[in-house]
């Protein structure tokens, strides 16, 4: 009987020890979601950066085990309007020239997937993130490279304006800056985003 007793406590705190050691970390997005682009001119490539100022995020879930439960299925509209380079007068170019000649006055983006890659331990989590961009009226794919380090997530992508059928609006705002830009003004642009990523991790009892 002793056996029998023993035997059972034994299986009931495998048990229990299997049940803590398993998904006892939740993972959540919090705070301010920062989208950011770096466009290009003259014939040198100089960049440009800028953000803005209203982005509405919209997670999938408020907590979740792990990026796929928190991230995918997630989207994001952008406020054309509040676009901000830190100077107000080439803000009012962009708004005016480029983005009032793309359809509608939003960018919309979803996270459809996303793949990560092996580090060593104790390295920052990188991986791939498949977002959908929707700008001008049309969808495109677009990879991202993320990094996740000290809690901040940052996403690293390109997009060309000509898959959006963006090339009036890349025309006007090369006329309009004609001199500033040289009479060049590149069709490809660099985005980014980023975001806090919060771990709750339980001691296993």
């Known amino acids: 009987m002793l056996k029998l007793i023993l035997s059972a406590m034994l299986i009931v ?6 049940d803590h050691s398993k998904g006892r970390c939740e993972l959540s997005q919090e705070g301010a979601f920062n989208v950011n682009f770096v466009a290009y001119k003259t014939a040198a490539k100089k960049g440009v950066g800028a953000s803005f100022d209203k982005v509405n995020y ?3 879930a408020p907590v979740g085990k792990n990026f796929r439960e928190i991230l995918v299925g ?3 509209v952008i406020d054309t309007k509040s676009v ?3 100077n107000k007068g080439r803000d009012e170019k962009l708004v005016k020239f480029f983005f009032q000649n793309m359809k509608g006055e939003t960018i919309t983006a979803k996270i459809l997937d996303y793949k990560a890659v092996k580090v060593a331990k104790g390295e920052p989590k990188k ?3 498949i977002t959908e961009i929707t ?3 049309i969808k495109k794919q677009v990879p991202m490279n993320y990094m996740l380090k000290e809690g901040v997530l940052k996403a690293e992508g390109v997009i060309d304006i000509f898959d959006f059928s963006g090339n009036t609006a890349l025309a006007a705002i090369n006329k309009a800056c004609f001199d500033l830009h040289q009479g060049k003004t590149w069709n490809d642009v660099a985005i980014s985003f980023t975001t806090k ?3 709750v991790c339980y001691p296993v009892k």
């Open 135 to 137: 700008m001008n009226g």
């Open 13 to 18: 705190g495998l048990a229990q020890a299997n």
């Open 58 to 60: 919209t997670a999938i």
């Open 84 to 86: 901000n380079s830190k």
């Open 197 to 199: 990523i919060k771990a």
């Open 127 to 129: 991986g791939t993130l």
């Open 74 to 76: 997630s989207s994001v």
